[in-house]
T-cell receptor
Framework: GAVVSQHPSRVICKSGTSVKIECRSL??????MFWYRQFPKQSLMLMAT?????????EQGVEKDKFLINHASLTLSTLTVTSAHPEDSSFYIC??????????FGEGSRLTVL | KQEVTQIPAALSVPEGENLVLNCSFT??????LQWFRQDPGKGLTSLLL?????REQTSGRLNASLDKSSGRSTLYIAASQPGDSATYLC???????????FGTGTQLKVEL
């Protein structure tokens, strides 16, 4: 299957700092990527849809100024958590979609804000 | 608003047993349905994708069915193995498949 890579897999930061997470499609081009967040013992919740060359589309309740998404190329989308706070601690997962419709997910990035 | 429910929330079975995981959704106007596996602290691995026009998909020991009119899907795992232990998530796709709504998952443990 297609491969989606995320980096870093784990990050610990101090409150108030910003953290960038990268999502790459390694063997295919993805005009659209998706960012999800998963809190402990909960399911994944879609945060935003990342569109190559244009602005991301955010789900209701997700602050676009706090979660900055950039999709500068067909193989890379980045999520920056700005001024992170402990309540932002979560598991962030990206996915990319093949033309046939199947979604492939990255390994996830565990963010811990102290 | 689409809601996806998975039953049971947790399941423990002995090795070799056949088992069925259930997924139900409230809005039958779906584009597709996908089953995933998630290991602890890891991302998701796609298992099976069923388009809205299909009734089932098979891959190895896995078989997934879809009954769109009743809002149900099942994942059948034959001859379960300890390596099958994981959380299984079903996700309903809408908006051309771009938006996935996930269930809360079934945590499966297959014991020796």
């Amino acid at each position: 299957g297609a491969v989606v890579s995320q980096h870093p897999s784990r990050v610990i930061c101090k409150s108030g700092t910003s953290v960038k997470i990268e999502c790459r499609s390694l063997d295919f081009q993805a005009t659209t990527m998706f960012w999800y967040r998963q809190f402990p013992k909960q399911s994944l919740m879609l945060m935003a849809t990342s569109n190559e060359g244009s602005k991301a589309t955010y789900e209701q309740g997700v602050e676009k100024d706090k979660f900055l998404i950039n999709h500068a190329s067909l193989t890379l989308s980045t999520l920056t958590v700005t001024s992170a706070h402990p309540e932002d601690s979560s598991f962030y997962i990206c996915s990319a979609r093949l033309a046939a419709g199947e979604l492939f997910f990255g390994e996830g990035s565990r963010l811990t804000v102290l | 608003k689409q809601e996806v429910t998975q039953i049971p929330a947790a399941l423990s079975v002995p090795e070799g047993e056949n088992l069925v995981l259930n997924c139900s959704f409230t809005d039958s106007a779906i584009y597709n349905l996908q089953w995933f596996r998630q290991d602890p602290g890891k991302g998701l691995t796609s298992l099976l994708l069923i388009q809205s026009s299909q009734r089932e998909q098979t891959s190895g020991r896995l078989n997934a069915s879809l009954d769109k009119s009743s809002g149900r899907s099942t994942l059948y795992i034959a001859a379960s193995q300890p390596g099958d232990s994981a959380t299984y998530l079903c996700a309903v796709g809408t908006g051309g498949g771009n938006k996935l709504t996930f269930g809360t998952g079934t945590q499966l443990k297959v014991e020796l």
